[in-house]
T-cell receptor, first 116, second 110 residues
Protein backbone atom coordinates (compact mmCIF):
# COMPACT_ATOMS: atom_id res chain seq x y z
CA UNK A 1 0.00 0.00 0.00
CA UNK A 2 1.12 3.52 -0.75
CA UNK A 3 2.09 5.53 2.29
CA UNK A 4 4.03 8.47 3.67
CA UNK A 5 6.71 7.89 6.27
CA UNK A 6 8.91 10.09 8.41
CA UNK A 7 12.18 9.38 10.14
CA UNK A 8 13.30 9.57 12.79
CA UNK A 9 10.13 9.54 14.87
CA UNK A 10 11.92 11.09 17.82
CA UNK A 11 15.10 13.16 17.86
CA UNK A 12 16.98 14.97 20.58
CA UNK A 13 19.74 17.30 19.51
CA UNK A 14 21.77 20.20 20.82
CA UNK A 15 21.59 23.85 19.97
CA UNK A 16 23.67 24.70 16.93
CA UNK A 17 23.70 21.27 15.36
CA UNK A 18 22.44 20.58 11.87
CA UNK A 19 19.48 18.21 11.77
CA UNK A 20 17.74 16.59 8.82
CA UNK A 21 14.27 15.09 9.03
CA UNK A 22 13.29 12.66 6.31
CA UNK A 23 9.96 12.38 4.53
CA UNK A 24 9.22 9.68 1.96
CA UNK A 25 6.00 9.02 0.09
CA UNK A 26 5.12 6.25 -2.31
CA UNK A 27 1.99 7.78 -3.82
CA UNK A 28 3.94 9.51 -6.57
CA UNK A 29 2.40 12.80 -5.43
CA UNK A 30 3.83 15.96 -6.91
CA UNK A 31 2.99 18.13 -3.89
CA UNK A 32 4.82 17.79 -0.60
CA UNK A 33 4.65 19.94 2.53
CA UNK A 34 6.36 20.37 5.87
CA UNK A 35 4.50 21.71 8.91
CA UNK A 36 5.32 22.23 12.52
CA UNK A 37 2.69 21.77 15.19
CA UNK A 38 2.88 23.78 18.40
CA UNK A 39 0.43 24.28 21.21
CA UNK A 40 -1.51 27.46 20.61
CA UNK A 41 -0.29 27.84 17.07
CA UNK A 42 -1.76 24.81 15.40
CA UNK A 43 -0.17 23.75 12.12
CA UNK A 44 2.19 26.17 10.46
CA UNK A 45 3.64 25.66 7.01
CA UNK A 46 7.43 25.65 6.81
CA UNK A 47 8.24 24.79 3.20
CA UNK A 48 6.49 23.11 0.32
CA UNK A 49 7.20 21.73 -3.11
CA UNK A 50 5.05 21.29 -6.18
CA UNK A 51 7.49 19.02 -7.99
CA UNK A 52 11.09 18.02 -8.51
CA UNK A 53 13.47 20.97 -8.18
CA UNK A 54 10.64 23.20 -6.94
CA UNK A 55 10.66 24.57 -3.38
CA UNK A 56 8.74 27.39 -1.76
CA UNK A 57 8.81 29.12 1.59
CA UNK A 58 5.89 28.86 3.92
CA UNK A 59 4.96 31.11 6.80
CA UNK A 60 7.72 29.99 9.21
CA UNK A 61 10.65 29.14 6.94
CA UNK A 62 13.49 30.94 8.75
CA UNK A 63 16.12 28.48 9.91
CA UNK A 64 14.83 25.67 7.71
CA UNK A 65 15.61 24.46 4.20
CA UNK A 66 14.35 21.75 1.86
CA UNK A 67 15.44 20.23 -1.41
CA UNK A 68 13.47 18.13 -3.88
CA UNK A 69 15.68 15.92 -6.01
CA UNK A 70 13.06 13.26 -6.71
CA UNK A 71 9.32 12.81 -6.44
CA UNK A 72 9.34 10.61 -3.35
CA UNK A 73 11.43 12.61 -0.87
CA UNK A 74 11.41 16.05 0.71
CA UNK A 75 14.00 16.21 3.52
CA UNK A 76 13.78 19.11 5.95
CA UNK A 77 17.05 20.54 7.26
CA UNK A 78 17.51 22.70 10.31
CA UNK A 79 20.75 24.48 9.54
CA UNK A 80 21.61 25.35 13.14
CA UNK A 81 19.04 24.01 15.56
CA UNK A 82 17.58 26.40 18.12
CA UNK A 83 15.46 25.70 21.18
CA UNK A 84 12.59 27.53 19.50
CA UNK A 85 12.55 24.75 16.92
CA UNK A 86 11.52 22.17 19.47
CA UNK A 87 8.26 20.96 17.99
CA UNK A 88 6.41 18.15 16.28
CA UNK A 89 7.05 18.14 12.55
CA UNK A 90 4.61 16.73 10.02
CA UNK A 91 5.17 15.96 6.41
CA UNK A 92 2.26 15.75 3.97
CA UNK A 93 1.70 15.07 0.31
CA UNK A 94 -1.10 15.59 -2.17
CA UNK A 95 -1.87 14.92 -5.77
CA UNK A 96 -1.60 17.69 -8.31
CA UNK A 97 -5.05 17.42 -9.75
CA UNK A 98 -6.04 18.73 -13.14
CA UNK A 99 -9.15 20.13 -11.58
CA UNK A 100 -9.65 21.92 -8.32
CA UNK A 101 -11.53 20.32 -5.51
CA UNK A 102 -9.13 17.52 -4.83
CA UNK A 103 -6.44 18.90 -2.61
CA UNK A 104 -6.61 16.36 0.21
CA UNK A 105 -3.29 16.15 1.96
CA UNK A 106 -2.05 12.87 3.41
CA UNK A 107 0.04 13.23 6.53
CA UNK A 108 2.97 11.32 7.92
CA UNK A 109 3.12 10.15 11.54
CA UNK A 110 5.21 13.09 12.68
CA UNK A 111 8.69 13.60 14.15
CA UNK A 112 9.06 14.91 17.66
CA UNK A 113 12.18 17.07 17.79
CA UNK A 114 13.70 18.36 21.00
CA UNK A 115 16.52 20.90 20.86
CA UNK A 116 18.43 21.21 24.13
CA UNK B 1 -3.44 37.83 7.61
CA UNK B 2 -5.03 34.76 9.09
CA UNK B 3 -7.10 33.12 6.40
CA UNK B 4 -8.75 30.63 8.74
CA UNK B 5 -9.92 31.40 12.25
CA UNK B 6 -11.01 28.87 14.82
CA UNK B 7 -12.07 30.96 17.79
CA UNK B 8 -12.15 28.15 20.35
CA UNK B 9 -8.90 26.49 21.40
CA UNK B 10 -10.75 24.17 23.74
CA UNK B 11 -14.29 22.83 23.66
CA UNK B 12 -15.87 20.43 26.12
CA UNK B 13 -19.25 18.75 25.91
CA UNK B 14 -20.93 15.79 27.51
CA UNK B 15 -21.67 12.60 25.62
CA UNK B 16 -24.92 12.88 23.73
CA UNK B 17 -24.86 16.65 23.59
CA UNK B 18 -24.70 18.55 20.31
CA UNK B 19 -21.34 19.97 19.35
CA UNK B 20 -20.36 22.75 16.98
CA UNK B 21 -16.78 23.65 16.15
CA UNK B 22 -16.54 27.08 14.59
CA UNK B 23 -14.48 28.02 11.57
CA UNK B 24 -14.42 31.35 9.78
CA UNK B 25 -12.35 32.16 6.75
CA UNK B 26 -11.11 35.16 4.86
CA UNK B 27 -10.88 34.78 1.12
CA UNK B 28 -12.54 36.73 -1.67
CA UNK B 29 -12.57 33.97 -4.27
CA UNK B 30 -14.21 30.55 -4.28
CA UNK B 31 -12.53 28.60 -1.51
CA UNK B 32 -12.46 24.92 -0.84
CA UNK B 33 -12.88 24.12 2.84
CA UNK B 34 -11.85 21.04 4.75
CA UNK B 35 -11.96 19.66 8.25
CA UNK B 36 -9.03 17.54 9.41
CA UNK B 37 -8.97 15.54 12.63
CA UNK B 38 -6.12 14.27 14.78
CA UNK B 39 -6.97 11.61 17.33
CA UNK B 40 -4.59 11.03 20.20
CA UNK B 41 -1.27 9.59 19.01
CA UNK B 42 -2.47 9.37 15.42
CA UNK B 43 -1.65 11.30 12.30
CA UNK B 44 -3.88 13.99 10.89
CA UNK B 45 -6.53 12.76 8.53
CA UNK B 46 -9.19 14.32 6.41
CA UNK B 47 -12.61 14.27 8.04
CA UNK B 48 -14.67 15.95 5.36
CA UNK B 49 -14.58 18.51 2.59
CA UNK B 50 -17.33 20.92 1.67
CA UNK B 51 -17.58 19.91 -1.98
CA UNK B 52 -18.51 16.37 -1.00
CA UNK B 53 -21.47 17.51 1.05
CA UNK B 54 -21.30 14.26 2.98
CA UNK B 55 -21.64 13.22 6.59
CA UNK B 56 -18.65 11.44 8.11
CA UNK B 57 -18.90 9.83 11.55
CA UNK B 58 -22.06 11.86 12.06
CA UNK B 59 -20.33 15.17 11.39
CA UNK B 60 -21.53 17.66 8.81
CA UNK B 61 -20.30 21.06 7.74
CA UNK B 62 -21.97 23.60 5.51
CA UNK B 63 -20.15 26.31 3.68
CA UNK B 64 -21.85 29.64 4.31
CA UNK B 65 -20.34 32.14 1.90
CA UNK B 66 -22.39 35.01 3.27
CA UNK B 67 -21.00 34.51 6.76
CA UNK B 68 -17.68 33.09 5.46
CA UNK B 69 -18.06 30.18 7.81
CA UNK B 70 -17.64 26.42 7.69
CA UNK B 71 -18.73 25.21 11.10
CA UNK B 72 -18.49 21.52 11.96
CA UNK B 73 -21.53 20.04 13.66
CA UNK B 74 -22.64 16.80 15.22
CA UNK B 75 -26.01 16.36 16.90
CA UNK B 76 -24.91 13.77 19.47
CA UNK B 77 -21.26 13.77 20.50
CA UNK B 78 -19.51 10.54 21.41
CA UNK B 79 -16.46 10.01 23.61
CA UNK B 80 -14.48 8.78 20.60
CA UNK B 81 -14.97 12.18 18.99
CA UNK B 82 -12.44 13.64 21.43
CA UNK B 83 -9.62 14.91 19.24
CA UNK B 84 -7.97 17.99 17.76
CA UNK B 85 -9.90 19.42 14.84
CA UNK B 86 -8.41 21.68 12.20
CA UNK B 87 -10.27 23.71 9.64
CA UNK B 88 -8.36 24.28 6.41
CA UNK B 89 -8.80 26.35 3.27
CA UNK B 90 -7.59 25.92 -0.27
CA UNK B 91 -7.71 28.85 -2.62
CA UNK B 92 -9.25 26.71 -5.28
CA UNK B 93 -6.20 26.32 -7.44
CA UNK B 94 -4.79 23.00 -8.43
CA UNK B 95 -1.55 23.55 -6.57
CA UNK B 96 -2.63 22.18 -3.26
CA UNK B 97 -1.44 24.54 -0.54
CA UNK B 98 -3.77 24.52 2.46
CA UNK B 99 -4.14 27.21 5.10
CA UNK B 100 -4.91 25.73 8.51
CA UNK B 101 -6.59 27.27 11.49
CA UNK B 102 -5.04 26.94 14.94
CA UNK B 103 -7.22 24.01 15.84
CA UNK B 104 -9.87 23.21 18.43
CA UNK B 105 -9.31 20.51 21.01
CA UNK B 106 -12.64 18.77 21.58
CA UNK B 107 -13.20 16.76 24.73
CA UNK B 108 -16.34 14.71 25.10
CA UNK B 109 -17.00 13.72 28.71
CA UNK B 110 -18.85 10.51 29.60
Amino acid sequence: DAEITQSPRHKITETGRQVTLACHQTWNHNNMFWYRQDLGHGLRLIHYSYGVQDTNKGEVSDGYSVSRSNTEDLPLTLESAASSQTSVYFCASSEASGTSGYNEQFFGPGTRLTVL
Amino acid sequence: AQRVTQPEKLLSVFKGAPVELKCNYSYSGSPELFWYVQYSRQRLQLLLRHISRESIKGFTADLNKGETSFHLKKPFAQEEDSAMYYCALSEGSTLGRLYFGRGTQLTVWP
